[in-house]
């Protein structure tokens, strides 16, 4: 069992920053992917990027338009997503995830509970 837990997220303005974490614990985690998500209102949830534990390789979904960064510290067990130049369209519940390479959500078999980023214009 892996568990995550999210937290950072909130209300800030258009053209702003946040940095949204994932504290994971649980089983080895070196084999695991740790992937972000994110569900808008009525909208499915939509992959945003992923890390891998052990060799820190990302890889982002093209609508991030490099605006986000995902980084990890093993030290802390904790996730990270850097989000920077913030639109209202990137308002939605994101959620971090533990599994294997992929985008979709079926690739990833643990979740966290999700917070909420809400962007305002």
């Known amino acids: 069992q892996v568990q995550l837990v999210e937290s950072g997220g909130g209300l800030v303005q258009a053209g702003g920053s946040l940095r949204l974490s994932c504290s994971v614990s649980?089983?080895?985690?070196?084999?695991?992917?740790l992937g972000w998500f994110r569900q808008a209102p009525g909208k499915e949830r939509e992959f945003v990027g992923s890390?891998?534990?052990?060799?820190?390789?990302?890889y982002y979904a093209d609508s991030i338009e490099g605006r986000f960064t995902i980084s990890r510290d093993n030290a802390k067990n904790t996730v990270y997503l850097q989000m920077s130049s913030l639109k209202p369209e990137d308002t939605a519940v994101y959620f971090c995830?533990?599994?294997?390479?992929?985008?979709?959500?079926?690739?990833?078999?643990?979740w966290g509970q999700g917070t909420q980023v809400t962007v305002s214009s």
């Open positions: 890390i891998s534990w052990s060799s820190s390789r990302t």
């Open positions: 649980g089983r080895t985690l070196s084999s695991y992917v």
């Open positions: 995830a533990a599994g294997g390479w992929g985008t979709t959500v079926r690739s990833y078999a643990y």
